[in-house]
């Protein structure tokens, strides 16, 4: 255990940087949880989650702890033993932003003391710990890294609803600037986590993040692209990934879907294909490849509603259609680029009439134009046609089922007369 005079920081109280907060409170560190977002910051302190794995009782019971702060002023983190950043790196314009890594950077600069960690879970390209945050550290505190204070990188693996291979049972990859960083890294991780994979530089450690999601990246583009060929060949693409995953050696299943989303897939390749165009002057093909593919996804489902709605003589325009599930992934309210946003920018520009289903979206980030609903009889009687986006264990796809409503269901949940599967 941890004792209650060692100091922890968790930048950023998210998807990825709440799960650390709450486990390192639970193992006996005194956490301080920061977060620029006021409105975070106001849940947290009232004992209310808007992170499906971490449970209101989880958030009360660090609070009777008296070691979890919630804070937004970065004043309360002075005289900390360890900070870790796992604050958001966004895509703008195509190309990486790493400002609240440099805004975090500087702010624990200011308060950062000699025989201090610093480690970084954001995901980033090659380099980004050692070519920028430790510069950013080291101008901030006049503190030299290596000899005054330590530095490193694990790349976060949350994975938000998995309820097998949760923070604490997924192996932690962990990396130092230097072998003594190194060490504080990873008997950090190695109280919150039952097992760390220790590499030699934090290079390897950003790579590792990288070839992970462009991995699936990848192979969801490969099947994705299946999909529309076996739709038009008339070929079950469903039952033949099914088929070739009774093989036990050779093949890893992936299925097709309307897009892909959250931060993992549809951002972090890009963050490879731009250090390597940007080191080398070269093209990382197979990840503009999937980019191209996963992007397009969205397009296919509208071309797909189309054709279902011509069916029944009518357009696009003036229909009412039902989006079931708009977040990511099943079982999260997770709608960080999520293809279903994409999806509703092309059907309000057709002139559709939008209405949707999903609980677990936090209000304040419900998409604009488009009308929550519940999943009933009488919005079933409303719509023209539905689409099943994300399948949540808690929606009853019963009432669709049963119903004559023309349904494209892009998850292969479902079997009715009037459903087609992407």
């Given at each position: 255990?941890?004792?209650?005079?060692?100091?922890?920081?968790?930048?950023?109280?998210?998807?990825?940087?709440?799960?650390?907060?709450?486990?390192?409170?639970?193992?006996?560190?005194?956490?301080?949880?920061?977060?620029?977002d006021?409105?975070?910051?106001?849940?947290?302190?009232?004992g209310?989650?808007y992170?499906?794995?971490?449970?209101?009782?989880?958030?009360?019971?660090a609070?009777r702890?008296?070691?979890?702060?919630?804070?937004?002023?970065?004043?309360d983190i002075?005289g900390?033993?360890?900070?870790?950043?796992?604050?958001?790196?966004p895509?703008?314009?195509?190309?990486?932003?790493?400002?609240?890594?440099?805004?975090?950077?500087?702010?624990?600069?200011?308060?950062?003391?000699?025989?201090a960690?610093?480690?970084?879970?954001?995901?980033?390209?090659p380099?980004?710990?050692?070519?920028?945050?430790?510069?950013?550290?080291?101008?901030?505190?006049?503190?030299?890294?290596g000899?005054?204070?330590?530095?490193?990188?694990?790349?976060?693996?949350?994975?938000?609803?998995?309820?097998?291979?949760?923070?604490?049972?997924?192996?932690?990859?962990?990396?130092?600037?230097?072998?003594?960083?190194?060490?504080?890294?990873?008997?950090?991780?190695?109280?919150?986590?039952?097992?760390?994979?220790?590499?030699?530089?934090?290079?390897?450690?950003?790579?590792?993040?990288?070839?992970e999601?462009?991995?699936?990246h990848?192979?969801?583009?490969?099947?994705?692209?299946?999909?529309?060929?076996?739709?038009?060949?008339?070929?079950?693409?469903?039952?033949?990934?099914?088929?070739?995953?009774?093989?036990p050696?050779?093949?890893?299943?992936?299925?097709?879907?309307?897009?892909?989303?959250?931060?993992?897939?549809?951002?972090?390749?890009?963050?490879?294909?731009?250090?390597?165009?940007?080191?080398?002057?070269q093209?990382?093909r197979?990840?503009?490849?999937?980019n191209?593919?996963n992007?397009?996804?969205?397009?296919?489902?509208?071309?797909?509603?189309?054709l279902?709605?011509?069916?029944?003589?009518?357009?696009?325009?003036?229909?009412?259609?039902?989006?079931?599930?708009?977040?990511?992934?099943?079982?999260?309210?997770?709608?960080?680029?999520?293809?279903?946003?994409?999806l509703?920018?092309l059907?309000?520009?057709?002139?559709?009439?939008?209405?949707?289903?999903?609980?677990?979206?936090?209000?304040?980030?419900?998409?604009?134009?488009?009308?929550?609903?519940?999943?009933?009889?009488?919005?079933?009687?409303a719509a023209?046609?539905a689409?099943?986006?994300?399948?949540?264990?808690?929606?009853?796809?019963?009432?669709?089922?049963?119903?004559?409503?023309?349904?494209?269901?892009?998850?292969?949940?479902?079997?009715?007369?009037?459903?087609?599967?992407?």
């Amino acid at each position: 255990m941890a004792t209650e005079q060692e100091k922890v920081v968790i930048v950023g109280q998210g998807y990825v940087g709440l799960p650390v907060a709450i486990r390192a409170n639970e193992v006996g560190y005194n956490v301080i949880g920061v977060d620029v977002d006021k409105r975070r910051i106001d849940d947290l302190q009232a004992g209310r989650s808007y992170v499906d794995d971490i449970s209101n009782s989880s958030l009360e019971a660090a609070a009777r702890s008296g070691r979890y702060l919630p804070t937004a002023d970065y004043a309360d983190i002075a005289g900390f033993d360890l900070a870790v950043i796992t604050v958001p790196t966004p895509l703008s314009e195509s190309l990486p932003d790493l400002s609240y890594i440099e805004e975090s950077a500087r702010s624990l600069a200011l308060h950062l003391k000699p025989g201090a960690t610093v480690i970084l879970e954001s995901t980033t390209y090659p380099g980004t710990t050692e070519e920028l945050l430790v510069p950013i550290l080291e101008a901030g505190s006049g503190l030299k890294a290596g000899r005054d204070f330590y530095a490193g990188y694990s790349p976060e693996r949350i994975d938000p609803g998995n309820k097998t291979w949760g923070f604490v049972e997924t192996p932690k990859v962990v990396s130092g600037i230097d072998a003594a960083s190194l060490k504080k890294v990873q008997q950090f991780y190695g109280r919150l986590v039952n097992q760390t994979v220790a590499v030699s530089s934090p290079k390897e450690a950003e790579l590792t993040k990288l070839l992970e999601n462009t991995f699936r990246h990848v192979n969801i583009a490969l099947v994705n692209e299946l999909a529309i060929y076996a739709h038009q060949l008339g070929v079950n693409i469903w039952e033949a990934i099914d088929a070739a995953s009774t093989k036990p050696f050779g093949f890893m299943k992936f299925t097709p879907g309307p897009g892909v989303g959250g931060h993992c897939l549809p951002v972090d390749p890009s963050y490879l294909s731009w250090q390597v165009r940007r080191k080398l002057g070269q093209n990382f093909r197979f990840v503009e490849l999937a980019n191209d593919i996963n992007d397009h996804m969205p397009d296919y489902v509208v071309q797909r509603l189309m054709l279902m709605l011509n069916k029944k003589q009518r357009s696009i325009s003036g229909s009412t259609i039902l989006l079931v599930g708009l977040a990511y992934k099943k079982n999260t309210g997770d709608i960080r680029e999520s293809p279903s946003l994409r999806l509703i920018e092309l059907l309000l520009d057709a002139g559709a009439t939008l209405i949707a289903v999903d609980d677990h979206i936090e209000s304040h980030r419900w998409p604009a134009g488009v009308r929550q609903v519940v999943l009933d009889e009488a919005t079933i009687a409303a719509a023209d046609i539905a689409v099943l986006l994300t399948d949540h264990d808690d929606l009853d796809l019963s009432v669709l089922a049963s119903s004559a409503l023309p349904l494209l269901d892009t998850k292969n949940k479902m079997r009715a007369e009037q459903v087609e599967r992407l």
